[in-house]
């Protein structure tokens, strides 16, 4: 017995020493390089797949402070609100957090984890106040940098527009005559699936139907409970995405969302319904010189434009930090037209509120702002107070969306699917 | 039954404590923590706000909540029989097949096993890239075979996906069942078999008289088995149709729906904590009802046959 409790004890101490040795070795690393205290920042977000381009924009701020060192650290999409919500209930959360708009960021507010910004960067008065909406309280306190706003339309691919003379269709009946060209001459018109349902609503509904709901003004309607989803204009909207539902491809209740990006982005499909963010990964697919973009197209010709302009991204500073002092000089270069530029240009289909003049190097991202200045900029039609609570306006619209597609609702039924669920918001 | 003594108490000690401390301190705490929090309220993970059942009486009264565990819990229960048909019914007779001699069943036996050795994620998205139409594996195979008119939108369609889903976890777990039975069979006297044989017994008396009453407890174990592991389960949904149980919730299951109500926002179906401990909570119940309901059934069986 004696000798298990030794050798118990012995393994103890020796783990103990290792464990003592490696702390003092990470703080000599800490400290070597640079004269002073180099302090690193831990940024999280929920785009993984930026860790090479968001790396690139922080040297060049380490660059300008170079004692604070910026480690970003994304944790998957799909995971991320989790994640988030358990380091920071256990006080190990990052030191600047990528938040989402309205609801899902007032959340993590509300579990006093964030910091008042309203105080922190006066810099944010001068920010366009829609966008400041998304991250601030009711009251008007501002707990995150309004970063990122996304576009949603419609991507085509020139060379087969082009083998049939096809232009870029202005309004819906265009669109359909397109579509309808492309389908006779046996080409595949949408690389569009309806397994992941979020993209039904986010893209296709919020992004598409808005010039038939009747965009920010309907939107405006939803939220002070004026108008209800059964109303006669959002089922109209319902309905033009039906239309499209023959120009799907075959087997489209089965095709998820990187199939989807898969089809359009190596070239077998003419069209694809999608939003913004999505260039990078055309890019990676190779072949960016073939892809074009056209805006959601309007239900007749004169009609003013409803662009989805959607509130995607904010950053946030966790109140527990360990370094406020680095992390205020960080977040007051988040708020700047320097961070602004170098971000848009790394993240082509990202556009930046930071007020001032931008250059854009990227061809689609030009074009997809070429439509802002002549349109009604909107948000996503329910995610702002509908979704709030479960199930929320966001997820109900995705669901009733598909099982209209997979012809389980007909179309008015879909339109009482998303009222009967929104009932909580209506009491 | 052994009696403990003043002489065994020690040894007892020693064998249980390492098992029992380890099990408390992994299981039993963090269930009985779980439950706690399904009394509680609030935001975010640390909960402060005292509710008492009120997180229960939301869960089955309003029809947000109760619709989605009512339609999880339906679910479930399709699940389980088709796993159980597949991988308890399939299953024996398969095992009834392989401990046979024949040339090769040695062999047979041992491949047979394969796929439980894979990690359940891995599986879902191999069935899952096999089963998209684009570029269409399966597709290809079933035109190839001239069965083209009946290909479906697998894991699109609200019909077929729970279906797909049981048959991929069957597919791996089948060959545990398969074990299981072997080993039963492998006990049964050869000379029982023997003399029913010279009574003139066929395969079937063989299989009906003999084999299924030796194997039964077995059949209990490996039923209890899957019972508890499809009321858990959550891997395969996620891997092959997302957290959500697309589509249309066709496919959400007890472990979905738990993972979605705790851990997500609301707008992508969070309950938040308390809600989520409490489906744990319901979770748990119906699982140690459902064992207890298996074990006393076949318990009866048993005594029946004795």
């Known amino acids: 017995m004696k000798k298990i409790v030794l050798s118990f004890s012995l393994l103890l101490i020796s783990l103990l020493a290792i464990g003592c040795s490696k702390g003092t070795d990470s703080n000599v690393t800490g400290n070597s390089g640079v004269s002073g205290d180099r302090v690193k920042i831990v940024v999280t977000s929920w785009r993984t797949e930026d860790i090479d381009r968001m790396d690139r924009i922080n040297a060049e701020f380490t660059k300008k402070y170079p004692n604070i060192e910026i480690d970003f650290q994304p944790v998957k999409d799909t995971e991320y609100d989790a994640q988030l919500k358990q380091s920071l209930a256990a006080g190990v959360g990052a030191d600047v957090i990528f938040l989402r708009s309205y609801d899902s960021g007032y959340q993590v507010y509300k579990t006093k984890s964030l910091m008042n910004l309203s105080e922190m960067l006066p810099t944010l008065k001068t920010f366009p106040s829609s966008a400041l909406a998304a991250w601030a309280t009711p009251e008007g306190v501002s707990y995150g940098i309004p970063s990122a706003g996304v576009v949603h339309g419609v991507y085509y691919r020139k060379s087969i527009f082009k083998k049939y003379n096809l232009d870029i269709p202005k309004t819906w009946d265009d669109f359909i005559s397109v579509a309808e060209t492309l389908q006779k001459n046996g080409e595949t018109v949408f690389a569009q699936g309806t397994k992941d349902n979020w993209m039904l609503y986010e893209v296709m509904y919020a992004g598409l139907g808005a010039n038939f709901y009747g965009g920010e003004v309907a939107r405006q309607k939803l939220l002070r409970k004026e108008a209800r989803m059964t109303d006669p204009n959002f089922v109209i909207a319902l309905e033009k995405m039906k239309e499209l539902q023959k120009y799907f491809p075959k087997g489209f209740q089965a095709v998820d969302y990187v199939t989807m990006q898969q089809m359009f982005g190596t070239g077998a499909a003419a069209m694809f319904m999608g939003g913004s963010w999505e260039i990078g990964i055309f890019e990676d697919l190779g072949g960016l010189d073939d892809v074009g973009y056209f805006a959601p197209p309007v239900a007749k010709a004169g009609d003013k434009l409803q662009y989805c302009f959607h509130v995607d991204a904010g950053i946030a500073a966790n109140v527990n930090t360990q370094y406020p002092n680095e992390v205020k000089i960080y977040m007051e270069w988040l708020a700047s037209p320097e961070y602004a530029q170098l971000y848009m240009n790394e993240l082509p289909g990202f556009f930046s509120y930071t007020p001032g003049s931008y250059t854009l190097n990227n061809e689609l991202a030009k074009q997809m702002q070429s439509y802002i200045s002549d349109s009604v900029p909107t948000v996503r039609t329910v995610w702002e107070g509908l979704s709030a609570q479960d199930p929320s306006g966001n997820a109900l619209v995705g669901e009733a969306i598909q099982l209209m597609y997979a012809d389980t609702l007909t179309i008015p039924e879909a339109a009482e699917y998303i009222d009967d669920g929104l009932s909580w918001f209506y009491k | 039954m052994l009696i403990a003594n003043k002489k065994h108490w020690k040894f007892l000690f020693i064998f249980i404590f390492p098992a029992f401390a380890v099990y408390t301190l992994f299981m039993l705490l963090p269930i009985l923590n779980s439950m706690r929090y399904s009394l509680f309220s609030g935001d975010g993970l640390a909960l402060n706000?005292?509710?008492?059942?009120?997180?229960?009486?939301?869960?089955?009264?309003?029809?947000?909540?109760?619709?989605?565990?009512?339609?999880?819990?339906?679910?479930?229960?399709?699940?389980?029989?088709?796993?159980?048909?597949?991988?308890?019914?399939?299953?024996?007779?398969?095992?009834?097949?392989?401990?046979?001699?024949?040339?090769?069943?040695?062999?047979?036996?041992?491949?047979?096993?394969?796929?439980?050795?894979?990690?359940?994620?891995?599986?879902?998205?191999?069935?899952?890239?096999?089963?998209?139409?684009?570029?269409?594996?399966?597709?290809?195979?079933?035109?190839?075979?001239?069965?083209?008119?009946?290909?479906?939108?697998?894991?699109?369609?609200?019909?077929?996906?729970?279906?797909?889903?049981?048959?991929?976890?069957?597919?791996?777990?089948?060959?545990?069942?398969?074990?299981?039975?072997a080993s039963g069979i492998d006990g049964i006297d050869d000379s029982i078999i023997e003399a029913a044989k010279i009574d003139g017994a066929t395969i079937w008396h063989e299989i009906f008289y003999i084999i299924l009453p030796s194997v039964l407890p077995i059949v209990s174990i490996v039923t209890i088995l899957i019972f508890i592991g499809d009321f858990t389960q959550f891997d395969i949904i996620y891997a092959m149709t997302s957290t959500k149980g697309d589509p249309g919730y066709s496919t959400d299951i007890f472990g979905s729906l738990f993972y979605r109500t705790t851990f997500s926002s609301a707008e992508r179906g969070g309950w938040g904590t308390g809600m989520g401990a409490t489906v744990a909570t319901m979770m748990f119940i119906v699982v140690a009802i459902g064992v207890a309901g298996f074990l006393a059934f076949f318990n009866r069986r048993k005594e029946a046959l004795n």
Do not use: C, H
């Open chain 2, 49 to 181: 706000e005292f509710v008492g059942l009120d997180n229960y009486i939301k869960l089955f009264t309003e029809e947000r909540y109760y619709s989605k565990f009512w339609n999880a819990f339906g679910n479930n229960i399709q699940f389980f029989i088709i796993v159980t048909l597949i991988q308890n019914i399939l299953g024996f007779f398969m095992a009834v097949l392989l401990t046979r001699t024949f040339k090769g069943s040695r062999f047979m036996r041992k491949i047979s096993f394969l796929p439980t050795t894979l990690s359940v994620l891995v599986v879902g998205f191999i069935f899952k890239l096999i089963l998209q139409p684009y570029p269409g594996v399966f597709d290809s195979v079933l035109k190839a075979i001239g069965l083209g008119k009946f290909i479906l939108p697998w894991l699109g369609d609200p019909n077929s996906a729970l279906v797909i889903v049981a048959v991929a976890v069957s597919w791996q777990f089948f060959g545990e069942s398969v074990m299981f039975y």
